[in-house]
């Protein structure tokens, strides 16, 4: 299995899809800064009402001092991580890097030369999941790089760094679980289009889905939505994270996690590799 992670993390460092996802991840983070800047030169020029054809409406005023400071540099990190923006980009290359391994016979190849099936599949998701981990690594450093630079001193020491360690925790857990969905997905659909349009659409459609799943099953006091990943993600808070939130975090994602595993195995074992 050894060289079987070897051979496919040689693959991840040739794949260009890897890269052009991190440059995404560092372009997302470079347009919400910006977007935080352009507040902040609206709301310095001040023009009158109607004057340039904009009308604003706002029950309630903007606190003082620079836009940029209120939401600093963790709430950049929060719309990335929990507005699902990586892990967009996340499921998008996990479809597309073990899909393209069935369109060039390359998962054929393998099989072909002895390994298990199973040690076959589960090498790809192991390099998977750390290709993940490092798009998600990524979004992190960029925040705080760009923040930094951005805000100097006084947004880096806004930051609560234990606070922020047990954040990016649970981000990493959840994520795993998302990206273990995204490969069983892949593995289901051996075809670029269905796999990304599959993948794509339960990361947008999902969460509102299970919102309506809710309110329909709210008569039996049930909510699906507290145990499904893209869900915990989103209300995953920044700070203040409660001991019931951490641990119905950890287990609905690892159950999600072990669930991809056994059916991607499963269904690697019955299916034609061809």
């Known amino acids: 299995m050894i060289n079987i992670l070897s051979g496919e993390w040689y693959k991840i460092r040739k794949e ?46 903007l606190s003082e001092g620079p836009y940029i400071y209120q939401v600093g540099i963790m709430g950049v990190l929060q719309q990335m991580l929990n507005g699902h923006f ?7 290359f996990a479809s597309i890097f073990v899909i393209k391994e069935y369109t060039d016979g390359a998962v054929k190849n393998i099989v072909g030369k002895g390994y298990s099936r199973a040690s076959v599949f589960l090498s790809k998701l192991l390099i998977t999941e750390l290709a993940a981990m490092v798009i998600l690594g990524v979004t992190f450093v960029c ?7 951005l805000m ?24 795993m679980s998302v ?19 599959i993948s794509t659409g339960i990361i947008i459609f999902s969460t509102s889905l299970l919102a309506g799943a809710d309110t329909l099953l709210s008569v039996f006091s049930i909510q699906p939505s507290r145990y499904w990943p893209l869900s915990l993600q989103m209300e995953c808070p920044v700070s203040g994270l409660e001991q019931e939130f951490v ?28």
């Open 86 to 92: 990586t892990v967009f980009i996340m499921a998008v």
């Open 16 to 61: 260009k899809t890897f890269y052009v996802c991190l440059m995404s991840v560092a372009i997302l983070v470079g347009l919400l800064y910006f977007t935080l800047f352009m507040v902040d030169e609206i709301r310095n020029q001040q023009p009158a009402e109607g004057g340039t054809g904009i009308y604003v409406y706002s029950e309630e005023e």
């Open 143 to 149: 925040c705080i790089l760009a923040g930094g630079l």
């Open 152 to 175: 100097g001193k006084e947004g880096l020491q806004a930051m609560n760094w234990r606070e922020t360690a047990a954040y990016m925790g649970m981000q990493i857990i959840i994520s």
């Open 179 to 197: 990206t273990g969905i995204a490969v069983l997905v892949g593995e289901l659909t051996r075809s670029l289009a269905a796999g990304i349009s």
């Open 247 to 274: 641990m119905r975090g950890i287990g609905a994602s690892l159950a999600w996690l072990f669930l991809a595993v056994f059916l991607g195995i499963f269904h690697f074992q019955k299916a034609d590799v061809t």
